[in-house]
């Protein structure tokens, strides 16, 4: 059984900085992409960023790309969201969620959710002065 753990999120102030981290257990996260997905209250989830376990290869949706690096650790089994600059609008609650089957994103149908099928509880992140 997939289980993903998110820790890192909190309150912090607009400019400021958080490190997410999803830890996976069950199993093998170094083969497949991994993603981060977002939902704000009263909107659709929507992709962040993944980071394939073919290549390691990273995609990020527009309204974050130069401030937030996706990372893994696959010693570790984790995967980390760096997010510097950090706007009203990062607030949401962030998961971290596979397919299962694919080890690159571009077929996973990232930045989509529908093809993921294993997702941790989140993370809250707020933004806010």
């Known amino acids: 059984q997939v289980v993903f753990e998110e820790s890192g999120g909190g309150l912090v102030q607009p400019g400021g900085s958080l490190r997410l981290s999803c830890a996976a257990s069950?199993?093998?996260?170094?083969?497949?992409?991994i993603s981060w997905f977002r939902q704000a209250p009263g909107k659709e989830r929507e992709g962040v960023s993944c980071?394939?376990?073919?290549?390691?290869?990273?995609y990020y949706t527009d309204s974050v790309k130069g401030r937030f690096t996706i990372s893994r650790d696959n010693h570790k089994s984790t995967v980390h969201l760096q997010m510097n600059s950090l706007k009203a609008d990062d607030t949401a609650v962030y998961y971290c969620?596979?397919?299962?089957?694919?080890?690159?994103?571009?077929?996973?149908?990232?930045?989509?959710?529908?093809?993921?099928?294993?997702w941790g509880k989140g993370t809250l992140v707020t933004v806010s002065s």
């Open positions: 969620a596979t397919d299962r089957v694919h080890g690159d994103c571009r077929f996973t149908g990232w930045p989509h959710f529908e093809q993921m099928d294993s």
């Open positions: 069950g199993f093998s996260m170094e083969y497949y992409a």
């Open positions: 980071i394939s376990g073919s290549d390691d290869g990273t």
